[in-house]
Nanobody, 122 residues
Framework: VQLVESGGRLVQAGGSLRLSCAVS????????VGWFRQAPGKEREFLGA????????HFADSVKGRFTISMDNAQNTVYLQMNGLKPEDTAIYYC????????????????WGQGTQVTVTS
């Protein structure tokens, strides 16, 4: 399984950005794709996840209402739509595959992308 994130760039506070995660190799009918981020000097933070079956989503409280996750019809690209961006959203954003669900814990995810940098200026 390979994951490639794209779409990260510099954006002004209040702006929007959509990140993409291209998944290749295989999908897991009982699994899902999660989005995480890591800012300098901070631990990796769960943002949200989507299941391959039924496309159910759930989000961390810190981004609920601002971030959404969707999946294309072929189920091989997952998107993270981010609205109302703030300087504290600056981080490297990662997508990852949980083969057995769409957990919040990073330890449940076996496959990770290389990350894409998002920088929000004030």
């Amino acid at each position: 399984v390979q994951l490639v994130e794209s779409g990260g760039r510099l954006v002004q506070a209040g702006g929007s950005l959509r990140l993409s995660c291209a998944v290749s190799g295989r999908t897991f009918s009982a699994g899902g794709v999660g989005w995480f981020r890591q800012a300098p000097g901070k631990e990796r933070e769960f943002l949200g996840a989507i299941t391959w079956s039924h496309r159910l989503t759930h989000f961390a409280d810190s981004v609920k209402g601002r971030f959404t996750i969707s999946m294309d019809n072929a189920q091989n690209t997952v998107y993270l739509q981010m609205n109302g961006l703030k300087p504290e959203d600056t981080a490297i954003y990662y997508c990852a595959v949980d083969s057995g669900g769409a957990a919040q814990a990073s330890q449940a995810y076996s496959y990770w992308g290389q990350g894409t940098q998002v920088t929000v200026t004030s």
